[in-house]
């Protein structure tokens, strides 16, 4: 195969994978907000919404961990379209809720198709940055970073839609409409895959089950600042802050799922232009271990000033959205050049088994953060979540202190390209 035809498959490649995961993505984050605003609204306290989400995110690290292991053996199609398909199940499944089972009950229910749901988005996530690094080869004239940048940040771009799809739907048609037509949506994505390879990440070899741990050292270190970076977020954002604007700051439906939906549309653009902007403003070269470094540790003092703010006199909408507005663009870098770290660090055949322990790292620091996020609003408010969120991204900063720089034969031409 010639290489320019090599180039157009893998372009083909890239393309499906990515309108895949865009359509799933806009159903995970209008999901995520319909639960959210919906069980809040008929009664439900902070803590047991925060419950809701319990089993989304531990399925999310079990199906990390051996995701990779499925991908690896199975081929990353295959984990694509499985998330995709079991996505649909649970949104069907959440429509056959009835409000007058006991309490119990429908939160039991509830926390079922969540965890399935939490299957389907860690398979799709997984197969889909795996399947960039396969397209991606290491001897490539385009930039790992970029293509990877892209795609995540068109990804956050698109959950934040679906935060504002999730409220606009629950106001107009109602909770259980708006699942059926998410579900028939993602049913008309399943036939990009009749476009895709087969085999595409299937490897020959078998794995035994004590490989599906992780034994790069840069790997592990990686996934440890992931865990408490992402906790560092989601203790203040997930529950708490969409509580705090709907129950004490008196936000609509509306004014809750479109502003959480403008910020992670703007967090998904800086990530996207992260190449860029740190090509222009850095030295030019791809992220090293101090880069993320740096942005680590300047994102510690965001949410400890966001914290200050609202103990003072200072109005408190003012200051979460100028706030938010900030830890957002930071947050952005951070998640950009990590990104980018853990496939600097992997080799081609690793890279399902990689970035699955990776991203069940990535699982358990939003479990931690979802469960805590309920647990110390409900006992300390949203200042508390703050403090908690200041503690977490100063334990990922004092871990990636440990990170050495990728070797140069695992890099990319970063250089490369200034499209897109």
């Known amino acids: 195969m010639s290489a320019t ?31 959210l605003l919906y069980f809040y609204e008929i009664g439900y306290s902070p803590l047991e919404v925060a419950f809701l989400f319990l089993f989304y995110e531990i399925f999310g690290i079990v199906t990390n961990f051996l995701g990779g292991w499925v991908g690896s053996q199975m081929g990353l199609k295959v984990t694509l379209y499985s998330g995709v398909g079991l996505q649909i199940f649970a949104l069907i499944m959440l429509s056959w809720l009835n409000r007058d089972w006991p309490q119990g009950f429908a939160v039991l ?39 990877v940048a892209i795609l995540t940040g068109s990804k956050n771009a698109l959950k934040g839609v679906g935060f504002f ?20 949506m993602l ?19 078998k794995v035994k089950f004590t490989q599906l741990f992780s034994k790069s050292r840069e790997i592990n270190i990686l996934s440890a600042a992931r865990f408490f970076l992402f906790g560092s977020r989601d203790v203040w954002f997930v529950v708490s ?17 479109g502003f959480l939906a403008i910020w992670v549309i703007g967090y998904g653009i800086v990530q996207s232009l992260a190449p860029t902007l740190l090509k222009r403003f850095g030295s030019g070269r791809p992220p090293q ?22 103990q003072s006199s200072a109005s408190p909408s003012t200051v979460i959205i100028v706030g938010l507005l900030i830890f957002g ?92």
């Open 165 to 184: 799809v999730g409220a606009a739907l629950l106001s107009l048609v109602g909770f259980v409409p708006a699942l059926w037509i998410m579900a028939g």
């Open 187 to 205: 049913f008309a994505l399943m036939f990009t895959g009749l476009m895709l390879p087969r085999g595409m990440g299937k490897i020959k070899a």
């Open 241 to 257: 802050l969409p509580v705090f604007l709907r129950g004490p700051l008196g936000w609509s439906f509306y004014q809750v799922g």
């Open 109 to 147: 229910y509830v926390m079922v198709s969540q965890a399935l749901s939490g299957i389907a988005k860690d398979l799709t996530k997984m197969s889909t940055k795996s399947a960039i690094r396969l397209v991606v080869p290491q001897d490539a004239q385009s930039s790992l970073f970029k293509w």
């Open 329 to 420: 663009v930071v947050f952005a870098f951070n998640s950009a050049v990590h990104s980018y770290l853990v496939l600097a660090f992997t080799d081609d055949d690793k890279v399902a088994l990689n970035v699955g322990f990776y991203y069940m790292a990535n699982s358990a620091g939003r479990l931690a953060g979802t469960v805590l996020s309920g647990l110390i609003y409900q006992l300390y408010g949203i200042v508390g979540c703050l403090w908690a969120s200041t503690l977490m991204v100063l334990a990922a900063g004092i871990i990636s202190l440990k990170l050495p720089n990728p070797k140069p034969v695992s890099v990319v031409d970063w250089k490369a390209g200034d499209g897109d």
């Open 289 to 310: 271990a101090s880069t993320i470094q740096f942005w680590t540790f300047t994102l510690t003092a965001i949410p400890a000033a966001i914290a200050i703010a609202l």
């Open 5 to 35: 035809t090599s180039s157009q498959v893998n372009l083909k490649n890239y393309i499906l994978v990515t309108l895949a995961y865009w359509g799933f993505t806009i159903t995970d984050g209008a999901l995520r907000m319909l639960v």
